[in-house]
């Protein structure tokens, strides 16, 4: 199942959350064999993750991007770059209360994937997100 890696990459702007989608979408078409819940909850996932980058990213328009994702034996794996400017830790996010009007996109992400990290060098923040295979729902 290790194989090619899938790459998108461009302004982090909301037109190109599209090619996200569509980047996600070919993943899966490519290994049928990874549990459709899987899919979906990685696809969410990541989906936070790009859309915080272009909501929040500055300077706004100016951000560029590279979205490449993996899929092993049993993970699947995104990497994402951006040149925004730097974000904050916020493993152990926490979900706001109910009148928040934000916030939870993090919290939401976090908790569907196995591990995520977030690292600043040279002017790039790297994420780092995978989800193993096979949980199914377990959040």
């Known amino acids: 199942m290790t194989g090619e890696d899938y790459t998108v990459e461009g302004f982090a702007v909301p037109d190109e959350l599209e090619s996200v989608h569509a980047l996600l ?5 490519d290994h049928p064999e ?8 990685f696809e969410t996932a990541v989906i936070e993750i790009a859309n915080n980058v272009v909501e929040y990213g500055e300077p706004e328009g100016e951000v560029r991007w590279r979205l490449t994702l993996r899929v092993t034996d049993d993970e699947i794996q ?11 830790a916020f493993t152990g996010a ?3 209360g109910e009148d928040a009007e934000g916030g939870r996109g993090l ?6 994937f196995d591990k995520i990290e ?3 060098a040279d002017g790039l923040t790297h994420w780092t997100m995978v989800r193993k295979l096979g949980r ?3 959040l």
Do not use: K, N
């Open 34 to 41: 990874i549990d459709p819940m899987d899919v979906m909850l």
């Open 78 to 88: 995104a990497d994402l770059d951006d040149t925004g400017q730097e974000f904050e």
């Open 107 to 112: 919290a939401i992400a976090e908790s569907m």
């Open 136 to 138: 199914g729902l377990g």
């Open 25 to 29: 979408s070919r993943v899966a078409a």
């Open 94 to 96: 926490v979900m706001p």
């Open 118 to 120: 977030l690292e600043r």
